[in-house]
């Protein structure tokens, strides 16, 4: 297994250590390290591993990580114009 692949699957042991820990603030200072540390080591799996093993990589972050998911793609369709109103 290649570097990035064990990086990788180190942040998936510390995101959902992280998960697991008591937070009064719901987490999210957490998650805005995780994904200031995810992201490059995300790059250099697409990188390295090609968009396959990349967008599985993707899509087990984007599980772990799905709150901040949700608000980008909530954020995302307000600023669009989108948004399905009831």
Do not use: D
Not at 30 to 57: E, Q, R, S
């Amino acid at each position: 297994m290649s570097l990035p692949l064990i990086l990788g699957c180190f942040w998936a042991i510390a995101a959902n250590v992280a998960g697991m820990l008591p937070s009064k603030r719901s987490h999210w200072p957490a998650a805005y390290v995780l994904i200031a540390v995810g992201l490059p080591i995300l790059v250099w799996i697409f990188w390295l591993h090609g968009p396959w093993i990349g967008l599985l990589c993707l899509a087990a972050a984007m599980s772990i990580l799905r709150w901040p998911v949700l608000y980008l793609w909530r954020w995302i369709n307000r600023v669009l114009g989108t948004t399905e109103r009831q």
